[in-house]
């Protein structure tokens, strides 16, 4: 196994812990699904409930790091340089209707770049992490981008509702953060969409660039409405010509 870094390790711990969690509270799901009250006040306490955990775990080992999360723990800390940016479950729809299709996403940016990112698929126990040159890795194996170069035998993943019609293989997952793991791992050919939150995509952004994929400038300032294009090296002009107007 490659050597990770302390913060990396703690990132790991923090998403298993929350993991063992939110794999109880999916169990629960299919039961909820025929209740009158719906799943959905269930979903946003497995929500709150995996991002205490995380963020427990996390401040115990670095209690002056700051947090941006897409729930209410975000709060700005002594440490300013060095933010954990957390989503404790993307793909909530997903998880709603007992759909095995959703992730933990935490990454570490320290002053104004990611410097290591981590998404954890629990049920299907996949684990997609990189440090800052060091490489991206998906369960303790070294992952590239693909290296297709014709689009119509690629495979795209998108998100969000768009007007144009773009001739091209596309998936909807619902899970942004899966779809930029993927693409690192070569599963998806590439990743687009407008509005996605940085929580949703910042554990990928650092996955993607040491997997060997390009991704365009990302302000890591803003939290909503980032766009984002991410795919392999042989694509990317070809793909950014495309979506000129997406």
Known sequence: ????????????????????ALIRDFGEIEKLQVSTKGPTDFVSNADLKA?????EELKKARPYYSIISEEDG?????????????DPIDGTTNFLHGVPHFAISIALRSGDEIVSGLIYDPIK????????????FFNNKRIRVSKKRDLNSCLFATGGKFKNE???PLRQSGSAALDVAYVAAGRYDGYFENNVSLW?????????KEAGGVINEINLAQNKNIPIRAFSMAINDKMLEILKNF
């Open 1 to 20: 196994m490659q050597s990770i870094s302390a913060n990396l390790n703690i990132m790991i711990k923090a998403a298993e812990k929350a993991s063992r």
């Open 51 to 55: 991002e205490k955990i995380i963020i």
């Open 74 to 86: 975000s709060e700005t800390n002594k440490d300013k340089n060095n933010t954990w940016i957390i």
């Open 125 to 136: 126990d996949e684990m997609f992490y990189a440090e800052k040159d060091n490489g991206a």
């Open 166 to 168: 773009i001739d091209l």
């Open 200 to 208: 949703d995509i910042a554990a990928g952004i650092i996955i993607i």
